[in-house]
């Protein structure tokens, strides 16, 4: 059932609505007010992954009449232990339709839009509009750059978090930024991070994290005063303690400063879309070289590509291949390619990464099939 409202219209609650949120009612700081604030509200939530699928989930339990899923992922095997919406007998389906599927099966009347495609600067100039707040759930460096400056140029408030591991950060930013997400990392490399599939990540982490997350979305929707827009919160495994520390805003921050820094982010000019390397991939001189290691490629192998592990590249090993070839990088999620070309340029000056990697040329192949 779709609910057609205008912006900053509010939604009464009908006798159904009250008995589901009935519980929820009865404190004081929500009300049948509070709850119909709720329900007049839409996030947008990018990622369904460990942090999205517990956020999305509470946002909607909680009363946020409209959700939406951005995500081009599909479900693997090793998503199971931390991405709490999927079972077994949803592997290979796309997320935002398994994460769509699992909310209607548990909130009444709830209001759903999915994009199954990824987040990026090329999204339409009026994508966020009628979205309240949006959720950044992405453990992709550039692409959390991306909505953080759109949510900045739109005028948005932010919630996002991020894993490493076994520690959690989360935070939310005002509309204003001032701080945003790149007044804390102004210059972070996707090569500065490692991706859960890199690193290793904890479940119960992830789920923390995103509860947090939806918690302080919902504190914002009922009152923006009720949160802080300039704090980072930590959360460790080992520790029941949440550490709070100030953001400073950044007068030269390239999103929300006063004055902007003239550095070009040089990892634009080092990655190709999958719109792009599909346009050119019978192109003999493009070769798709997998720089994942041995274990990922026999799990998840990629068609077509030739392959020399990261792990031989920063030994100072280079593969042997045409020297005029145009070197198409893959690893899983694009983050590992881009460190890679400063390791293979000074031989192969004409090398991309592959953004997204494998997860986004799988989504999108499937697409043409």
Not at 41 to 70: D, F, Q, W
Not at 86 to 94: A, I
Not at 237 to 243: A, D, K, L, Q, T
Request: aromatic share 8%; hydrophobic share 35%; charged share 25%.
């Amino acid at each position: 059932m779709r609910i057609l409202r205008a912006r900053g219209e509010i939604i009464s609650m009908d006798e159904e609505r009250k008995k589901f949120f009935s519980r929820q009612i009865r404190i004081p700081s929500f009300g049948e007010i509070g709850q119909e604030k709720l329900l007049s509200s839409s996030v947008l939530v990018v990622g369904l992954g460990g942090l999205g699928s517990p956020a999305s989930l509470h946002l909607a339990s909680a009363g946020v009449g409209k959700i939406g899923l951005v995500d081009y992922d599909r479900v693997e095997f090793s998503n199971l232990h931390r991405q709490t919406a999927f079972t077994l007998s949803d592997l290979g389906k796309r997320k935002t339709e398994v994460t769509a599927e699992f909310l209607k099966n548990r909130i009444p009347k709830l209001e759903l839009e999915i994009f199954s495609f990824p987040f990026s600067d090329d999204l339409s100039e009026d994508f966020l509009k009628g979205w309240d707040l949006v959720l950044d759930c992405t453990d992709d460096i550039q692409t959390k750059y991306s909505i953080n400056d759109r949510c900045v140029r739109d005028r948005k408030p932010l919630c996002t978090a991020s894993l490493y591991r076994t520690s959690a950060q989360f935070a939310i930013f005002s509309p204003e930024g001032r701080p945003c997400y790149r007044c804390l990392y102004p210059r972070l490399e996707s090569t500065d991070a490692m991706s859960c599939a890199d690193g290793g990540v904890l479940g119960i982490q992830t789920a923390l994290a995103g509860l947090q997350q939806a918690n302080l979305a919902i504190r914002y929707l009922l009152d923006p005063n009720s949160v802080s827009v300039n704090s980072l919160y930590l959360m460790e495994w080992e520790s029941p303690v949440i550490y709070e520390s100030t953001i400073p805003p950044n007068p030269a921050c390239l999103a929300c400063g006063d004055r902007p820094s003239p550095v070009e982010n040089k990892n634009r000019l080092r990655e190709i879309s999958i719109l792009e390397y599909a346009k050119n991939r019978n192109d003999q001189s493009y070769l798709l070289l997998d720089i994942r290691e041995e274990g990922e490629r026999a799990e998840y192998p990629i068609s077509g590509s030739e392959h020399f592990p990261l792990s031989r590249l920063t030994k100072g090993e280079v593969p042997s291949l045409p020297s005029a070839s145009i070197l198409i990088l893959i690893c899983e999620s694009g983050m590992r390619s881009l460190k890679a070309i400063d390791l293979l340029t000074d031989r192969y000056p004409n090398s991309f990464s592959l953004k997204g990697g494998r997860r986004a040329l799988e989504s999108f192949l499937s697409e043409k099939t």
